[in-house]
């Protein structure tokens, strides 16, 4: 029997498998971290880092990329983002302000993201300031996570630089994304 269906409506893809898993890991990091395991917690969080970047080359590598997946695994990053700075905030109260940086950051790109879309019918792919963003809150999370008795000096400037990139990112976002809608 041939299957007719389109690469792009498939469901069950090993990147998809991949990012549900990531969901799956989020309930084991928080448990490990306020069980005040968190070396145990980092490791977990490295797996779920390590999972994110083998879904995504497996997805474009083997043609698997997915609608499904476009959604699930931003869903999977961003859930996983937001659970460990909050397991942080007990431990970091700074944290705080990259809660509510990437609660605004993702609830502002949700809703001009979907407007692009149905305006342009394109998706448009994450840019550098993004990734940049994205990546100095892993590194962020990371150093706070292993580095149990990190120096408050050292954490308050790792925090703050990410506050500024997270809010750099969320400015060049928000003028591409105004810009996009007013047909510029």
Request: hydrophobic share 55%; glycine share 4%.
């Given at each position: 029997?041939?299957?007719?269906?389109?690469?792009?409506?498939?469901?069950?893809?090993?990147?998809?498998?991949?990012?549900?898993?990531r969901?799956?890991?989020?309930?084991?990091?928080?448990?490990?971290?306020?069980?005040?395991?968190?070396?145990?917690?980092g490791?977990?969080?490295?797996?779920?880092?390590i999972?994110?970047?083998?879904?995504?080359?497996?997805?474009?590598r083997?043609?698997m990329?997915?609608?499904?997946?476009?959604?699930?695994?931003?869903?999977?990053?961003?859930?996983?983002?937001?659970?460990?700075?909050?397991?942080?905030v007990?431990?970091?109260?700074?944290?705080?302000?990259?809660?509510?940086?990437?609660?605004?950051?993702?609830?502002?790109?949700?809703?001009?993201?979907?407007?692009?879309?149905?305006?342009?019918?394109?998706?448009?792919?994450?840019?550098?300031?993004?990734?940049?963003?994205t990546?100095l809150?892993?590194?962020?999370?990371?150093?706070?996570?292993?580095?149990?008795?990190?120096?408050?000096?050292?954490?308050?400037?790792?925090?703050?630089?990410?506050?500024?990139?997270?809010a750099?990112?969320?400015?060049?976002?928000?003028?591409?994304?105004?810009?996009?809608?007013?047909?510029?």
């Amino acid at each position: 029997m041939k299957n007719n269906i389109q690469p792009e409506n498939r469901v069950l893809t090993i990147p998809n498998l991949l990012s549900a898993f990531r969901l799956l890991l989020i309930p084991l990091f928080v448990w490990l971290y306020l069980q005040e395991k968190y070396f145990c917690t980092g490791l977990v969080l490295l797996i779920s880092g390590i999972t994110d970047i083998t879904d995504g080359f497996i997805a474009r590598r083997f043609h698997m990329v997915s609608n499904v997946g476009k959604v699930l695994d931003p869903v999977a990053d961003k859930l996983t983002q937001i659970s460990m700075l909050i397991c942080l905030v007990t431990r970091y109260p700074l944290m705080l302000i990259l809660v509510v940086i990437m609660i605004f950051k993702e609830l502002f790109m949700s809703i001009s993201g979907l407007l692009v879309i149905h305006k342009t019918k394109t998706v448009f792919s994450a840019d550098w300031h993004g990734k940049a963003a994205t990546f100095l809150l892993y590194i962020t999370m990371f150093a706070h996570v292993f580095w149990v008795h990190i120096p408050m000096i050292a954490s308050d400037i790792l925090i703050v630089a990410c506050a500024v990139m997270l809010a750099i990112s969320l400015l060049l976002y928000g003028i591409h994304h105004i810009k996009t809608l007013r047909g510029r």
